[in-house]
C-alpha cells in the first residue's frame, strides 16, 4: 500500500512567487469590511454619473437587428472589433493624432491588462524600466512580478522632471547597465498619485531625451494616457505620441473606464506594427480577446457620440467634487500642509510638514480610527528612489465618494493633523 506523505508546498513558479498581494487590495478590504469607513483611498469612479441611461439606448439599438446580436454574442478576433478599433482611430485622429492606424491598435480588458500584456512582451527578470516617482502602484507590481528593476525618476508638478531622467541616464551608463533599460513609463495626464498634467514643453522635453538615448539602444516609451479625458481646467495638452508621427516609438495607453464605465472592462493600445503582433499573440495566449459583445458597445456609443456626453458629464461632477475637497482642504488643514491642485484626474496630492504619513503610522492608525482611508505615498515609491525618500505624502481620491462624506472625511484627518503638529 502507497504511504501517503503529508502534503508539501506547491513548488510555485519565480513568477508567482515574486508576486505578492498588492497593498490597494488591503485598502480595498477594509474599505469594504466596514461600511462607516469614509474612504478617500478607492480609485473608483463616480456611480452617480455612470452612464445607465446611455448604456441602455446603446444596448437596444446593438441588439434590435437579430444578425448583429448574434455576431457579436460570438466569439470575436484578439486585437478587437474592427469597428471600435476604427472608431478609435477616428477619435485619436480628433485628438490631434495623424494617419492612425486601426490594424495598430489592440483593445484589451481593460488598461491594465494593456500594461501588463506589453510588460510580458518587453521584461526578463533583471530588466530596468524608468518610472515617475511617485508612480501608478498597480503598475509597479506588475513590473516586480515580471522582475523588472524599477528605477525612480524624481517628479515635480508636471510629472517626470527632464533633468532628473538625464541623471538617471548617466547613472545606468555609470553602472554599466544601460544595456538592460528596455521600458520608459510616463504617465501624460493628471497623474497618478500626484495628478500632475505636463505641460506642452515638458512633453517635448521628455520625447527629445527619449529619443537621444535611443543612440545607446533600443527601448519603449509606454505613454499612459488613462486620465486624458477628465481635463477639468486648462488647455487639452497634446499626446506625447503626437512627436512619433510615422508610428514608430511610442506604446500609446488608454482605457474606456475613467471617463465612462470601468464595468465595460476595456481599453486600448496604439502601438508600433512590429510591437503589436507580438502584443497580440501574448493577448490571444491570455482571452482570445476583449468581450465581443462588450465592445460592440462602446463602439455605437463612440459612434453615436454618446461617448463625449457621457465624458461631459464626468467632468463636471469631478469639477465640482475636486473644488469641493480643495475647499475642505483648506478650511480643516493647517496652512502649512502642501495641497497640489489637481487641473483634470481623480487625485488630490498632499503632503504634510514634519508628520510620517506611511501605513502604520501614528497618523495613518489615528486616521483610521476616524473611520478614514487614504492612499499613503509610501505604497507608490519606487524600490529606487533619487533623494531622500518620502515619507510625508497622501494621495485623496475624489473619484466616487460623495461631497458631504469627503467634506467630512478631510475634517476629521485635520483634526489628527491638528492633534499631531
Ligand atoms: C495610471 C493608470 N493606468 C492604468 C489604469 C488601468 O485602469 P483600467 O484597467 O480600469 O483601464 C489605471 C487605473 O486606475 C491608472 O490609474
Known sequence: MSQLTSRQPFPWSRSAVRTTESPISWLMAKTVGDPEILSLAAGFVDTD????????????????????????????????????????????????????????????????????????????????????????????????????????????????MPDALEERFAELRAEGVRDRLKILYVMSYFTNPKGCNPSTERRKALFDIYQRELADGQYLMIEDASYRDLCLEGPDEPFIKAHDPSNEHIFLSGTFSKAFAPGFRLGWSYMPRELHDAVARQKGNQDFGSSNMNQ????????????????????????????????????????????????????????????NTDPGSEFFNRVLEKKVLYVPGRYCLCDETQGPRLTNGMRLCYGVIRPEPMREAVRRMGEVVAAMS
Not at 465624458?311 to 475642505?328: Q, S, W
Not at 500642509?337 to 504634510?352: I, R, S
Open 49 to 160: 454619473t455612470l452612464p445607465q441611461d446611455l448604456v441602455k439606448t446603446a444596448f437596444e439599438k446593438v441588439f434590435a437587428d437579430a444578425s448583429n446580436a448574434r455576431e457579436i454574442l460570438q466569439y470575436g478576433i484578439t486585437p478587437g472589433s474592427r469597428r471600435l478599433r476604427q472608431e478609435l482611430a477616428k477619435r485619436l485622429e480628433r485628438q490631434g493624432l495623424t494617419n492612425v492606424d486601426p490594424d495598430c491598435i489592440v483593445i484589451s480588458n481593460g488598461g491594465q491588462q494593456s500594461l501588463y500584456t506589453v510588460t510580458n512582451v518587453m521584461v526578463d527578470p533583471g530588466d530596468i524600466v524608468l518610472v515617475e516617482d511617485p508612480t501608478y502602484f498597480v503598475y509597479m507590481d506588475v513590473l516586480r512580478s515580471a522582475g523588472a528593476r524599477v528605477i525612480g525618476v524624481k517628479t515635480d508638478s508636471e510629472g517626470m
Open 296 to 355: 460592440a458597445i462602446v463602439a455605437e456609443l463612440l459612434a453615436s457620440g454618446a461617448f463625449e456626453i457621457a465624458a461631459g458629464r464626468f467632468r463636471d461632477r469631478y469639477r465640482a467634487k475636486r473644488d469641493v475637497m480643495l475647499a475642505a482642504l483648506k478650511e480643516f488643514w493647517p496652512s502649512s500642509a502642501h495641497v497640489l491642485k489637481p487641473m483634470g484626474g481623480l487625485y488630490v496630492w498632499t503632503e504634510l510638514e514634519g508628520i
